[in-house]
């Protein structure tokens, strides 16, 4: 089964964003353990702020280490999900039912099949 | 379109215009991949080019091609290793090859592949202008230059447009399927808008040349009689279909000899194409029977009272007034609320024109929106306003880009300024 990635992305928000954020904890809860159970879940997790980024590149074979993220954009990525899904509809349903979506964006790509390395 | 004649490579021609598309859905489900299976396809009709004159046509050419391209996709997927679930795909098509008498309910199996087709086409992860381009090259079989062309767009522009949308479909797995129904109402309107796009990008006097721009609209009606006959229980796609043809009755009064723009008013209605004024009401009546309104069957509802008067003054304007209100009601836009209140005018009188056009001039957002200048200008005019037409009308002709609509403007600009 594909598997896609599913990217949420909000702004940081006001303390008052935060805290109605937190007081949707129950339902990322209990929508995680819906999809555990389903089988679809794979992986995911909550990111820090972006203020606790660090950004890593090697360049003339030294690693250049910077404070923050890679771009500084106003909606920043916040977490994400790894899911299998039958086809991309399904995981564009499961997507719209993260509470991120209403107040920020979900983006879902699809991730490379292994089988397929080599060939593309 | 040119009559094909009776040789080989007529007979070719004829079915690649007619059933190449459902050879291709048919395909595309059996494969699993848009790229391959158009590729196959493609192959099957240089083979049949190359064959038919030697042995001559087949007894069921459509049936002769979807055979050829099953095997050439076989021949292809044997050689190329990309594709996912080679393994699988290569067992159940050398499956299919084998049955030597397809299943009996083959009729509605082609009929489902199209609707597939169409709706894996108009798929609203892909960008709309990619479905737009795809639904052409693959339902309507226009090609990549002809689509390129008809949309003012560079050729290896499009190309790339719907290579992506391809490749997007296979890498997101974009399935190839009918939407259930919980979702088939607003998956269905995707496809509608699609095709409505196509007719209008056809219809508009805007670009392009008269040729191209006559079989994009062409394209567009077959389409729509397509979604009907797959879906002959959805009004809106009959509502959408008596629009299309309603409007396409009137092209060849739409243009003077000199190719100016000729009014809706000013129209010879001789020239009327009378059969697809009919079939378009056919439609229509077939639309409303379900009492499920929407926004193409009021369209077409107002289209059809514009073109069954006799004369501009036996027009309807109290019902279409009404039908206008309707469609504000369900799709809001100020597109439609000008038009009600141009509607309302001749109804009821400029005054009550001008009463609901008022709020719209005093929104910021619409200033520099000439539809409603122009509209302005014509109530004021009739109002006997007429230094206040003038100033409207001086500000229409400002916004306006296209030719044909300026010199429109300022012929009534200059009638009233003439006018003792």
């Not at chain 1, 003339?60 to 999900?81: H, N, Q, R, S, W």
């Not at chain 2, 539809?371 to 409207?392: F, M, Q, S």
Request: charged letters at 25%.
């Amino acid at each position: 089964m594909p598997q896609y990635m599913a990217l949420l992305y909000a702004e940081e928000g006001e303390q008052g964003d935060r805290e109605q954020r937190w007081a949707e904890m129950p339902l990322w809860l209990e929508l995680t353990e819906g999809l555990r159970k389903a089988g679809l879940l794979v992986s995911n997790g909550a990111l820090h702020p972006p203020g606790s980024a660090t950004t890593v590149r090697v360049r003339g074979g030294e690693a250049e280490i910077t404070d923050g993220p890679f771009a500084v954009t106003k909606e920043v990525l916040a977490g994400y999900y790894v899911l299998e899904c039958a086809d991309l509809d399904e995981a564009l349903r499961l997507a719209a039912q993260f509470p991120t979506a209403r107040y920020g964006s979900v983006e879902v790509r699809p991730i490379v099949d292994p089988a397929s390395y080599g060939q593309m | 379109m040119k009559d094909p004649g009776a040789g080989p490579a007529a007979a070719v021609e004829r079915v690649f215009r007619d059933e190449r598309a459902s050879v291709l859905a048919t395909l595309i489900r059996q494969v699993g991949d848009f790229q391959l299976a158009e590729d196959a396809v493609q192959d099957a009709f240089e083979s049949a080019l190359a064959t038919w004159p030697r042995d001559g046509i087949p007894r069921s050419p459509g049936a002769w091609i979807t055979v050829a391209a099953r095997r050439r996709a076989i021949d292809r997927l044997r050689r190329d290793r990309s594709v996912a679930d080679r393994a699988a795909r290569l067992a159940e098509l050398t499956r299919l090859d084998e049955q030597e008498h397809p299943s009996s309910s083959e009729e509605t199996v082609l009929d489902d592949d199209r609707l597939r087709l169409i709706f894996t086409c108009c798929h609203p992860a892909l960008d709309q202008s990619a479905q737009v381009a795809l639904t052409l090259r693959t339902i309507g079989g226009l090609t990549t230059a002809e689509i390129a062309h008809a949309f003012l767009v560079a050729e290896p522009t499009m190309g790339k447009r719907i290579v992506r949308a391809k490749r997007k479909i296979a890498d997101a797995h974009i399935r190839y399927q009918v939407p259930p129904d919980d979702e088939l109402p607003v998956r269905l309107r995707g496809v509608l808008r699609v095709v409505y796009l196509i007719f209008n990008e056809g219809y508009s006097a805007s670009a392009g040349d008269e040729l191209t721009r006559g079989e994009l609209s062409g394209e567009a009606v077959r389409l729509g009689r397509l979604l009907c006959e797959l879906l002959p229980d959805e009004p809106e796609a009959w509502g959408l279909l008596s629009l299309m043809l309603l409007h396409d009755a009137r092209r060849a009064a739409r243009t003077g000899p000199d190719g100016s723009y000729v009014s809706l008013d000013d129209q010879d209605r001789t020239l009327w194409d009378r059969s697809r004024i009919a079939e378009g009401l056919r439609a229509l009546n077939r639309a409303v029977r379900a009492h499920r309104p929407g926004q193409y069957q009021l369209q077409a509802a107002i289209t059809a009272l514009h073109v069954q008067a006799s004369d501009p003054d036996a027009t309807d304007w109290a019902q279409i007034a009404d039908l206008y209100g309707a469609l504000g009601t369900l799709s809001p836009s100020p597109v439609i609320d000008v038009n009600h209140a141009a509607a309302v005018g001749f109804a009821r009188g400029p005054r009550a024109g001008l009463r609901l056009l008022r709020p719209l001039l005093a929104d910021p957002a619409l200033d520099d929106y000439q539809p409603l200048h122009a509209t302005y200008a014509e109530l004021l005019r009739r109002n006997g306003d007429r230094p206040g037409a003038a100033r409207a009308y001086e500000r229409a002709i400002e916004l306006t880009n296209n030719i044909v609509e300026r010199a429109e403007l300022q012929r009534r600009l200059d009638t009233l300024r003439g006018e003792p």
